[in-house]
């Protein structure tokens, strides 16, 4: 599954299991890569060509300073927040991995 679709089926879950009792809103994903500058696993938070995004840490496991990364994130609460993490393409025309 790539980041994209990955991305969809969260903003999708999410809406799904919002109360019956509220209007479902399902808000995509947007989406950024490039250089990773800091990762701070205890604080949850990964700074992409200086842009901070929360993340749990499980998802900050494999992300490494200087290396290349995709996220999907959403704004929530005012802050942005990782909801997939993937290693960009290295090159032109190669995909996301899935």
Do not use: F
């Not at 089926?9 to 950024?32: K, N, R």
Request: no cysteine.
């Amino acid at each position: 599954m790539n980041l994209k679709t990955l991305a969809l089926s969260a903003a999708l879950v999410t809406g799904l299991v919002a109360p019956m009792a509220q209007a479902i809103i399902v808000v995509p994903a947007a989406y950024a890569t490039g250089v990773v500058t800091a990762v701070d696993a205890a604080r949850g938070t990964v700074t992409v060509d200086g842009i901070a995004y929360t993340a749990t840490p499980t998802r900050l496991n494999d992300v490494t300073t200087g290396s290349q990364i995709g996220v999907a994130y959403l704004t929530v609460g005012g802050k942005l927040t990782a909801i997939a993490i993937e290693p960009a393409a290295t090159e032109a025309g190669d995909e996301m991995a899935e």
